[in-house]
Every structure is written in structure tokens, then in C-alpha cells.
């Protein structure tokens, strides 16, 4: 079953080191995503996401503007970042290990997903709804952003460690949505 990712209720943010002694938080306002959702055996699902690289947002305007620039995202010549899962593993419980493949600035490396399954629902729509928790972390320099300046007292201005979280709600698609898509 085709679920896709509501954006209403869906928050993809990250957190980097700043000068090595506080956390920078931001997340992506403009996304998409989709599972191929199997209720009865998670571990035989999928799930894709494309993150437009433009609508980053840390809530202050000159570091979106450089973070979007050529020393970090280069929206200009990669407008997108994408997930594509590979593998699901059961931890037990609701608990799943996701492996997949993130692509950053035309390069794609490993990322694996620590996953909380919420559950499903019925909204007072009619619509099945899932929810999802996941986290993980990268290093930023494995994906070629590597611009930095150094400190006077020694470390860097911008952590390489990237924390991932995800906050995610998906929606079935219904037999007519389904049917007018292909």
C-alpha cells in the first residue's frame, strides 16, 4: 500500500555544533515523501523522501543564505536532497533499524535510521494515517561540505557531526488517488 507523507504533520530538522560549545537547530520546509507501507511485516516496507535544499530554514536569514550558497548545499546546482530506504530491520517491539542511501550535493553515502513505529489510526476522514520517529546522524564532510573556519582557542566554527530527526506522518492513498496517478 502507497502512503504518502503529509507535510502538515511531517518535520524534517537537523542540529550541527556551533564554535564547538552550542547546538544550531534547523529544518527543511519544503518536502516530499512516500512508503510502500505493509502494516502486517514493516520489515518488507520502503520509504523515499526528496528535501528541496532551498527551503532550508535556522531561523536566521544570512546563515540560510550561506548554507544555501556553494560553500555548503549549492542549491543552484543541487536543488534536492534524497532518502531511499534499502533495508528494514525489526529491534523488536515498534523499534526498526532503516538502512538507506541519502544523497547530498550529487553525492550519496550510507545513513541508517533508528525508527519508532507510532502506530496507525483512522482520522475522522476515513484516512489511515501512520506515524514514525526516526533519528541519525552524519558527517557533513562525507558528503563534500567541508567549508570551515578554525578557532582561535583550537575546533571549528561548524561541527561535522549532523543529527537527523524526523517527525513523520503519512497518509494512505486512497483506490481513486491511487488509479488517477498511473
Given at each position: 500500500m502507497t502512503w504518502?507523507?503529509?507535510n502538515a504533520h511531517t518535520a524534517i530538522e537537523f542540529s550541527a555544533r556551533h564554535m564547538m560549545?552550542?547546538?544550531v537547530r534547523g529544518h527543511f520546509n519544503e518536502f516530499s515523501g512516500e512508503v510502500e507501507l505493509d502494516p502486517d511485516d514493516l520489515g518488507k516496507?520502503?520509504?523515499s523522501a526528496t528535501i528541496k535544499a532551498a527551503s532550508i530554514d535556522t531561523r536566521e536569514p544570512s546563515r540560510d543564505a550561506h548554507l544555501r550558497s556553494a560553500d555548503f548545499f549549492?542549491?543552484?546546482k543541487y536543488p534536492d536532497l534524497t532518502y531511499r530506504s534499502t533495508?528494514?530491520?525489526?529491534l523488536g517491539g515498534n523499534r526498526y533499524r532503516v538502512a538507506g542511501e541519502l544523497t547530498?550535493?550529487?553525492?550519496?553515502r550510507p545513513l541508517e535510521l533508528q525508527v519508532d513505529f507510532l502506530g496507525l489510526e483512522?482520522?475522522?476522514y476515513g484516512v489511515r494515517v501512520a506515524g514514525f520517529e526516526a533519528v541519525g546522524m552524519i558527517s557533513r564532510k562525507d558528503f563534500g561540505l567541508t567549508w570551515n573556519?578554525?578557532?582561535?582557542t583550537g575546533g571549528w566554527l561548524v561541527g561535522d557531526e549532523i543529527r537527523i530527526r524526523v517527525d513523520a506522518e503519512a497518509n494512505e492513498v486512497q483506490e481513486a488517488e491511487a488509479g488517477a496517478a498511473s
Open positions: 504518502k507523507v503529509d560549545v552550542s547546538t516496507s520502503r520509504a549549492d542549491v543552484e533495508a528494514i530491520e525489526s547530498i550535493c550529487g553525492t550519496t483512522k482520522s475522522p573556519v578554525g578557532l582561535e
